[in-house]
C-alpha cells in the first residue's frame, strides 16, 4: 500500500511540473508572437515531460532508474520505426488515389534540404534525400521527441501500469498526452484551418497512437521504442508526407495530424494491441 501511495505521489508531482513547465513557456510563446523561427523554445516544451520525469525520480528515488534506459530487442526498435511511416504511407495513398489531395514529386522542400544540407549535400533529388531522412532526419527529430517521450512513455506509463489496469492506464496516457497539446492547439499555431477540428482529430490520434506505444513500451521495457516511434511519425507526416501532398480543397481534413485521416488509422491499428493488451497483464 505504501508503495502505491508513493507511485501516486510521483505521478501527481510529475504532471503538476510537466503541465506548469508547459504552460509557462507556452505563454511566452503567446506573448511574444507564437512558435513561429522559436525552434528552440518549442524544443523547450517537448523536453518539459522528460526534465519533469528527471526532477521527480531524483527527489523520490534519488537516480534515474526505471525509465527504460535498455534498448530492447531490436525487432520493437524496428516496430517502432516502420508503423508510423506504414501508417502515413496507408494514409497518404488513399488520399492520393481518391483525389482527397494530390500527390506531386517536388525536388525542393523543406526538412530534405535542412536534413541534407547538415551532411552537405544541396538541392538533392528525392532519390539522395529520402534516405538521408529516413537515416539522419530521424535522428533529429528524436533529439526533440525523446524529452517528451522520458516523460511520457519512460515514466508516466510503467507507473500507470502500477496505479490502474493496463487498458485504462493506456487510455489515461493518451488523453494526458492530448491534454499537454492543448496550449498548441488553442492559443498557439499548433492547428490547421479550424482550432476544434484539429483538437478533436488530433485527441483521436493522440489516443490511438498511445495505445500502441504503450504496449510496444511495457512489452519491450524500453522508452526508447516510443521515442523512435514518436520521431518516425513526426518525420513522416511533417517531413515528408506533407510535403508531396498538395491541397485540392479540403485536404487538410483528412491528411496531416490534424486531419481524420491519420488518427483513424492510429484507432484500427489501436484496436489490435487494445485487443492484446491482456496478455501483457499476465
Request: glycine share 10%; aromatic share 16%; proline share 2%.
Amino acid at each position: 500500500m505504501k508503495n502505491n501511495d508513493q507511485t501516486k505521489q510521483k505521478t501527481i508531482i510529475f504532471l503538476i511540473l510537466t503541465f506548469a513547465l508547459t504552460i509557462f513557456i507556452s505563454s511566452i510563446l503567446v506573448t511574444s508572437g507564437g512558435m513561429e523561427g522559436r525552434d528552440g523554445m518549442v524544443f523547450l516544451i517537448m523536453w518539459s515531460p522528460g526534465v519533469s520525469a528527471i526532477i521527480t525520480c531524483l527527489i523520490f528515488q534519488k537516480n534515474l532508474h526505471g525509465l527504460g534506459w535498455k534498448l530492447g530487442k531490436l525487432k520493437y526498435i524496428l516496430i517502432s520505426y516502420c508503423i508510423p511511416l506504414l501508417v502515413a504511407l496507408v494514409t497518404y495513398s488513399i488520399i492520393w488515389i481518391t483525389g482527397l489531395g494530390k500527390f506531386q514529386m517536388v525536388k525542393q522542400y523543406e526538412f530534405g534540404n535542412m536534413t541534407c544540407g547538415v551532411v552537405g549535400i544541396k538541392n538533392p533529388p528525392f532519390v539522395v534525400a529520402l534516405p538521408v531522412m529516413l537515416t539522419l532526419g530521424l535522428f533529429l527529430r528524436l533529439l526533440f521527441a525523446l524529452g517528451e517521450e522520458i516523460g511520457w512513455r519512460g515514466f508516466l506509463v510503467p507507473n500507470f501500469a502500477k496505479i490502474f489496469s493496463l487498458k485504462k492506464a493506456a487510455i489515461i496516457s493518451g488523453v494526458i498526452w492530448f491534454l499537454y497539446h492543448i496550449p498548441g492547439l488553442f492559443f498557439l499555431e499548433y492547428y490547421s484551418v479550424s482550432r476544434l477540428k484539429s483538437a478533436i482529430f488530433f485527441m483521436i490520434l493522440a489516443v490511438s497512437a498511445s495505445v500502441i506505444m504503450f504496449w510496444i513500451r511495457i512489452k519491450s521495457g524500453s522508452l526508447w521504442t516510443a521515442a523512435i516511434f514518436h520521431a518516425s511519425h513526426n518525420l513522416a507526416i511533417q517531413g515528408i508526407f506533407n510535403e508531396f501532398t498538395i491541397d485540392t480543397g479540403n485536404t487538410h481534413f483528412f491528411s496531416g495530424e490534424f486531419g481524420i485521416g491519420i488518427g483513424l488509422v492510429y484507432a484500427i491499428l489501436a484496436v489490435w494491441f487494445w485487443r492484446r493488451m491482456g496478455r501483457l497483464q499476465s
